[in-house]
């Protein structure tokens, strides 16, 4: 039977997306595993595969094509033996109660004795006399290792038994029921409605001159998000002043000692590696916000906001407390170029439990950054500035001194212990050394 290929959900949050590229073409054989087409998410663009073997009968969205609603048909797979009138009836919404009920008056067939290369054989049918969708590699492993197909739940479109669950249920054991995809701590945002038109925005610029841009799917998850942010989690913020003198010394010195590395330790390394061992040591800080729940982390698991081209992400570094500068420095940098080239996987950018946020490449002296939910915290970073400060001896000195604000879910951490979290991360850039005791 001719299947729908749907548009696959690539992500917990992803509702649409665009066909990038498609990687086949109609009459093109392709196996499970292959890849068949690439899909850009809001956040990355992604390979997706094929989970079931047959050959590629029409493909219903053309690649270029945003807006694609995840379980929306893309593409017609024929099995073995189909020909293109088998597309009619895929591509209708009668196609599969019409196939039950001519499977269910057809007569049984015993299915042929397996051979390597012979056929898939013929569709089984249950004890009520339905047919049993299954692809034809399935049928193939299913006949040769002694599976009961009718035993076994499919995890394919629309329940169809595809290779995995054969494979899984080792030798006629019946493989377990797909579970259900738990639910997240609270559902993704609606965006909100505009407070005033399009229409009657433009109203206002007739005769002006000006360019109509598009959201695209980023730039709709990014203006959902941060709206819930602001409207739903109540900031309150943190601010204090830092001296990098020790900090700038003694990055110098290990950049030099590790010349010919290839590894150049920037200050926001330091930055990354003082958070983690921060909440660490200021463990109920490392939570985040689960709607009738906070969840108190055990690793220290650091968000990087990186700008790209029309948005950002928000890399995590995982169990940052235990790896060394250098290896956060080479993490972060690979991180950071695949962010920009949309080539992150969401595992890599989703989770964590802190962020930061830092401008002060950008001459940015401070700023308020809002929280990434359902991190409990932000961190945002200003730029190192050279000013006069009275040292403890009561003598005025230069210092290189950089401002950070903490923006902070007060419904996860409040105002003391926030403070105690901002004073950890102070301290330790200014004891750089003891962050590599």
Not at 109 to 116: K, L, S
Not at 277 to 290: G, I, T
Not at 417 to 428: H, R, S, V
Request: one cysteine or more; glycine letters at 8%.
């Amino acid at each position: 039977m001719a299947t729908q290929i749907l548009m696959p959900a690539l992500s917990p949050t992803m509702e649409e997306g665009t066909l990038a590229k498609w990687l086949v073409k109609e009459g093109d054989t392709v196996s499970s595993g292959d890849i068949i087409a690439e899909i850009e998410t809001d956040k990355a663009t992604m390979e997706f595969e094929a989970v079931d073997e047959g050959t590629i009968g029409k493909i219903l969205v053309a690649e270029g094509t945003s807006g694609v609603k995840v379980n929306e048909p893309i593409a017609v797979l024929l099995e073995e033996g189909e020909d293109a009138s088998a597309i009619d009836e895929a591509e209708s919404p009668a196609a599969a109660p019409a196939a039950e009920a001519e499977a269910k008056d057809a007569p049984k067939e015993a299915p042929a004795a397996p051979a390597v290369a012979s056929p898939a054989p013929a569709a089984p049918q249950g004890t009520d006399g339905k047919r049993i969708f299954a692809s034809p590699l399935a049928r193939r492993i299913a006949a040769d290792k002694g599976v009961d197909l009718a035993s076994l739940s499919g995890s394919g479109p629309k329940g169809r038994i595809v290779k995995a669950d054969v494979e899984a249920a080792e030798g006629g054991k019946a493989a377990p029921a797909k579970a259900e995809a738990p639910k997240s701590a609270a559902a993704a945002p609606a965006p909100a409605a505009p407070s005033v038109s399009a229409s009657t925005i433009a109203k206002m610029y007739e005769g002006r001159e000006y360019e109509e841009i598009s959201l695209d799917g980023m730039r709709k998850t990014i203006a959902a998000r941060l709206t819930e942010a602001k409207q739903t989690i109540p900031h309150f913020y943190l601010r204090r002043s830092v001296k990098l003198d020790s900090l700038m010394k003694f990055r110098a010195q290990l950049n030099k000692q590790l010349e010919g590395r290839g590894v150049k330790l920037s200050v926001n390394d330091f930055i990354i590696k003082a958070c983690a061992l921060a909440l660490q040591s200021v463990p109920d800080a490392n939570a985040v916000w689960a709607g009738d729940k906070v969840f108190k982390m055990k690793a220290s698991d650091v968000a990087v906001a990186v700008a790209i081209e029309g948005g950002l992400f928000t890399p995590v570094l995982k169990d940052a407390e235990n790896k060394s500068l250098s290896a956060l420095s080479a993490e972060m940098k690979d991180l950071a170029t695949r962010a920009r080239d949309r080539k992150l996987a969401p595992h890599e950018y989703q989770g964590g439990s802190f962020a930061i946020s830092n401008l002060g490449m950008f001459g940015i002296e401070n700023f308020d950054a809002v929280i990434n939910p359902p991190h409990g915290a932000i961190l945002a970073v200003g730029a190192g500035i050279k000013q006069p400060v009275v040292n403890d001896a009561g003598e005025i000195e230069v210092a290189t001194v950089m401002s950070m604000t903490l923006s902070v879910d007060h419904r996860v951490i409040d105002g003391a212990l926030g403070a105690e979290l901002l004073k950890a991360i102070c301290e330790n850039l200014e004891n750089p050394m003891l962050m590599l005791a």
